[in-house]
């Protein structure tokens, strides 16, 4: 278990110029959970969203790295296995998968990593194989994916960026839409057609950096700034917590 002390002294470590940028931007959206994979070292995740979701890393995920540039530092992903298991069965009971958005900052660990033929994930949240929140890459796409009940609606992005980059999926069911945020711009590019997530949401896997808690379609790079809300974020707010 983390301690409070612990935590306090993670939040400690970010710069003045963190606590008024993209750090504190992201505070004040008011997110779920916020794991900002800001610590030198070490086994623990910590959350700073206040409720206390907090994780481990495993298999070689190296926090403390450079970060995306606002002060504060980042972990590093090996594309091997390495990841942050943050699930709990409290962070399950709190999420509403209905209305909701993910934050990831991502950075891969080269050029090649595009045209490598894996699946890697940023973060991926599951329920089985019919309901699944994730941000992952394809080939050289980049997928914010939402699968309810079975029914697989993503939006994708090209790119062949080795700089750091945001991707932020929104996620609207009463409203019929998922949408894409790159660096905090609106790609354009919505899904519909949303299926309805098991009610109450049956969650066994949070993990950032792989597809599941063995490790599975790792990510090659470095991760940041992953943040999950309850509700569908609005453009303001994308640009907000997307951009430096």
Known sequence: MVSALGLRRARSLFSQAGRRSLYARI????????????????????DHGG????GAYAGGAAPGQ?????????AFFDGSGARANVYADALRDAWTPASTSLLCWCRVSGAGVWGDGQYRHAFRLS??????LT??????????????????????YTTSSTAWFSILLTVDKAGDACKLYINGAYTGAA???????KAPPVCDNAVIGAYDASGGQPWSG????????NRALTAVEAAQVGRL
């Open 27 to 46: 505070l004040r959206s008011a997110p779920l959970a916020y794991w900002p994979l800001n610590e030198p070292g070490g086994a623990a995740c910590l």
């Open 51 to 54: 409720r206390g979701f907090h």
């Open 127 to 132: 329920g089985g194989s019919s309901d699944i």
């Open 66 to 74: 450079a970060g995306v540039g606002d002060g504060l530092s980042a």
């Open 191 to 197: 899904a519909a057609g949303l299926g309805a997530w």
């Open 135 to 156: 941000h992952y890459k394809r080939l050289g796409a980049l997928r914010g994916s939402y699968t309810a009940g079975g029914t697989l609606r993503y939006v994708s």
């Open 222 to 229: 470095w991760l940041a700034h992953v943040a999950l809300w």
